[in-house]
Every structure is written in structure tokens, then in C-alpha cells.
Nanobody
């Protein structure tokens, strides 16, 4: 059974940092890419970042470039999202998902995603 379990969310003040984890099981980890997505209240889900577990290549949404860093520990089947300089607009449920790749269209949550985690809440206070 494929499982993706997110952790590390919480309440943080604007300007602060959090590190999210996505622990994966039930599939061959290094054959997939893992994407982080977020959904703010009343808004569409959007792609935040993506990492290819096979070669470590990464990509980011423009809104988080320079502030967020995605990484992977293949020995632990875990992907991390280090979030620095958080903004109130970053309040959302953050979820990880498996993707075939981080190529074109990686940020589209409605296409090319096989499995989703349940998500972890991040609240950024101003």
C-alpha cells in the first residue's frame, strides 16, 4: 500500500521557518518524483516545489524561490521542504504527492499525480 505521510506543520510568525517532511512507503522511491503542493482557504491547490528522487533535480514555484528548499533522503524514503522567511500568504495545507517527473506541468495538481498524502497545516501569523 502506497503511503505518504506529511509532518512538521504548525503555527509560526511571519519571517519564521518550518521544515516539513514527507515520509513515503509502499513504492520504489527513487523511481518517482515528489511534489509539494499547498491549498490556502478558498483557493486552488498549487504546486510549491518538486524533486526527482532519481537524480535530485529540483524546481520551485516563483513565489517561493530563494526561500524554500526541497531535499530528499533516499535512505529514509523521505522528502523535506525547508521553508524560510514565511509570509502570511503561506498559510495553507501542505501536501506531498508522487509524480512521474518534475518536468513541464509539474505544478499542476490535477494531472500526473498518482498518490497524495493527507497534508499538514501551516499557519503563518502576521
Amino acid at each position: 500500500e502506497v503511503q505518504l505521510v506529511e509532518s512538521g506543520g504548525g503555527l509560526v510568525q511571519a519571517g519564521g521557518s518550518l521544515r516539513l517532511s514527507c515520509a513515503a512507503s509502499g513504492f520504489t522511491f527513487d523511481r518517482y518524483a515528489i511534489g509539494w503542493f499547498r491549498q490556502a482557504p478558498g483557493k486552488e491547490r498549487e504546486g510549491v516545489s518538486c524533486i526527482s528522487s532519481s537524480d535530485g533535480s529540483t524546481t520551485y514555484a516563483d513565489s517561493v524561490k530563494g526561500r524554500f528548499t526541497i531535499s530528499s533522503d533516499n535512505a529514509k524514503n523521505t522528502v523535506y521542504l525547508q521553508m524560510n522567511s514565511l509570509k502570511p500568504g503561506g498559510t495553507a495545507v501542505y501536501s506531498c504527492a508522487t509524480r512521474v517527473s518534475c518536468g513541464s506541468g509539474w505544478s499542476n495538481p490535477y494531472y500526473g499525480v498518482d498518490y497524495w498524502g493527507k497534508g499538514t497545516q501551516v499557519t503563518v501569523s502576521s
